[in-house]
């Protein structure tokens, strides 16, 4: 049972049952974009609104198993109000720890990277996500969110 309690740690829970920026916004200005996990059935809606470099509002819709929605809360409140810069570092050290247990990280965009560590950020309660590393078939529930928070970004970068 520890892996259990592992994987549905508190504040997953607390994510799941009081998601935060839930809701929608007008696009546009906003841009919203979907994602689906055909695996688990997790489905995610992300709209985001930005000024500049700064993601002033973002929102999330969605349904699907209590990581991918909670992952998804988790991640509107560590970008929100950030730069796009920042959002992109989260991105990569967020996958970065969920592919901790391969030998390497493959840069599958075509990127080259010199560097082959995550980048060293603070990741606070995104943390608490690190259990999910334990159980292979769910890491796509929890990627799911910053997957297409990553093609929100490269969708409002387009259009700037
Ligand atoms: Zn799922």
């Known amino acids: 049972m520890h892996e259990l309690e592992d994987l549905y740690r508190e504040i997953i829970l607390d994510h799941y049952r009081s998601p935060r920026n839930r809701g929608e ?8 974009t979907e994602g689906f996990n055909p ?10 609104e930005a000024d500049g470099d700064t993601i002033t509002d973002i ?39 969920m592919s901790m247990h391969e ?18 950020i603070d990741m606070g309660e995104l943390d608490a996500l690190q259990g999910v590393v334990k ?8 990627t799911l969110a910053w997957n297409t928070l990553a093609a929100s970004l490269n969708e409002i970068e387009g259009t700037a």
């Open 25 to 32: 916004l007008a696009v546009p200005p906003a841009v919203r």
């Open 39 to 48: 695996l688990c059935g997790d489905e995610i809606a992300v709209f985001l």
């Open 59 to 97: 929102r999330i819709q969605g349904q699907g198993c209590s990581i991918s929605q909670s992952s998804a809360s988790m991640m509107s409140a560590a970008v929100k109000g950030k730069s796009i810069a920042h959002a992109r570092e989260l991105i990569k050290a967020f996958k970065g720890m």
């Open 103 to 120: 030998s390497t990280l493959d840069s599958e965009d075509g990127a080259t990277e010199t560097d082959p560590a995550p980048p060293k």
């Open 135 to 142: 159980f292979p078939t769910r890491i796509k529930c929890a």
